[in-house]
DNA sequence: GCGACAG
DNA sequence: ATCTTGTCGC
């Protein structure tokens, strides 16, 4: 489906400063447009350090400043150093003549471009009114990570009683980065082996639904691409407005729609959106009546969950 | 022009 | 998300 056959990004991240010729410099957020979304630049700025055999030292801030942090093959000064043996000036750590020497012509392909024309095909998919007789239970879905290993974790509570019925874990090896917009392709892959249809169930993601530049955050994936009932439930903001901030409980608005309901205990806040299958309105009742702490206890559960499996393996692999 | 940016 | 010890506060 969608979500297999991801790019290797620090192979075309790789390809793409391999690009950048003698004597020429780029940016992270440069490289990030390349492949269709400066969103991306940070992502690039963390794969730098362990790209090898490319010249990273021409990579530098958008102003043109050279920087002096670790991943770039060693100190501002080196790297001003190796800039100068390539004929670049360099002065005050800031490449002269920045604009003139910035490369402009990377030919990678615009692999993110086709993940939101991908997102949008999910979002034409989406439903958003109850497709689920009685509720039965609801499963919590959170993944923690060490290197490239994914532990994600499933915690199944009972709707009725809201009390806690079971739980499962998968390991996977992760291959996609966090860039924001795109969680999915990080997370859903790991999720994946803990989703399966059963009647009355409802799936709590991590992470927002509709509640998205695109309309499709990774609980809509896991909706669609299931065919299962899905909300999102995320601790932050990816996108829209709040209207009222200071209450208890309030609408958020995304491109004029109310795309969302925020859920405040204290400082803790929960933002709802619909992910597939099931209405706003049912989403943030289940949430609000799950609510502990500020967070769904479903997903509060599967959270340590997944930290304990991560640790256990951790410990287990020093041992 | 500057800030924001799920996990 | 992860890196980390003690410490402040309800
Ligand atoms: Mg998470």
Known sequence: MILENLPDMVALVREAVSQVPRGSVSTYGDIAAAFGDRAAARAVGEMLPGILGAPVHRIVYSDGSVGGHAGHGGD???????LRSEGLEVRGGRVVSFADARFRDFRVPP???????????????????DSFGALQRVVGLDVSYEGDRAFAAAAVHEWDSGEPISERTAETRIGFPYIPGYLAYREVPALAPLISKEAGTLYLVDGHGTL??????????????????????????????????????????????????????????????????????????VCSGLLDRGIPSPLRRAHELANRVRREAVAEGKA
């Not at 501002?76 to 190796?82: D, E, K, M, S």
């Not at 608005?253 to 049912?282: A, C, K, P, Y």
């Open 76 to 82: 501002g000064n080196a790297r001003a150093g190796l």
């Open 111 to 129: 692999v993110l471009e086709g993940m939101r024309r991908e997102q949008e095909l999910i979002r034409a998919e989406v439903t958003e009114s």
């Open 212 to 285: 998205h530049p695109r309309g499709a955050g990774a609980a809509s994936h896991i909706g669609v691409l299931f065919g299962v009932p899905a909300a999102g439930a995320a601790k932050s903001l990816l996108a829209g407005k709040v209207l009222d901030p200071e209450a208890e409980r309030s609408q958020v608005v995304l491109e004029g729609r109310g795309s969302g309901i925020m859920l405040r205990q204290g400082r803790n806040r929960t933002f709802v959106s619909v992910g597939s299958g099931i209405s706003l309105d049912t989403a943030a009742e």
